[in-house]
């Protein structure tokens, strides 16, 4: 993946926790115009297409920061951070929302899906719910603890996020 981006002329590429995260520098503005430039060169690598998420490192660190970030993992829940290339329409919110149960919990801000997953009764395994028969748009899932990870080791403003982390 490093070499593909940075061929792609981005610079201090990186990859994170091998699970398709890759940090890097451009001085690129437009989000869209980036995202495609990655998945055309991923294509052209790999062979198959690829769906690009592009966040910046101050985007990064108000994820993370957010109000939903900070719900308890703990007693049976697993947080979960569903990334979109756009923002969902109204129609596909409400689509969305209509999924949540006592088992998935679902809030939609901006281009991010924030998912908490409570466990089956017993305490074996996890509800799973037909996110891409739902949503019917390319996503990309990363677990809340990885995305805090990234955020320590990547976003502008540590300290900011360094504090929700502590107050956990």
Not at 32 to 57: C, H, M, N, P, W
Not at 85 to 95: E, F, N, Q, T
């Amino acid at each position: 993946m490093r070499r593909v981006f940075e061929s792609l002329h981005f610079s201090d590429v990186a990859t994170f926790i091998g699970s398709g995260n890759v940090v890097f520098k451009t001085s690129a503005k437009n989000v869209k115009v980036l995202e495609r430039r990655i998945e055309k060169g991923l294509q052209s690598a790999l062979g198959y297409e690829v769906a690009a998420f592009v966040r910046t490192d101050t985007e990064l660190a108000q994820i993370v920061t957010c109000r939903q970030f900070r719900q308890s993992e703990a007693d049976g829940r697993d947080f979960n951070i569903i990334f979109l290339a756009d923002a969902l329409s109204d129609s596909l919110r409400c689509k969305l929302m209509a999924l949540n149960t006592d088992a998935n919990g679902f809030s939609v801000r901006g281009r991010e899906i924030y998912w908490l997953r409570r466990k089956k009764h017993g305490g074996v395994g996890f509800f799973n719910v037909p996110l891409e028969k739902t949503l019917g748009v390319p996503f990309t899932i990363r677990g809340g603890k990885t995305i805090k990870k990234m955020a320590l080791t990547y976003a502008r403003n540590v300290d900011e996020v360094a504090s929700v982390v502590k107050s956990r």
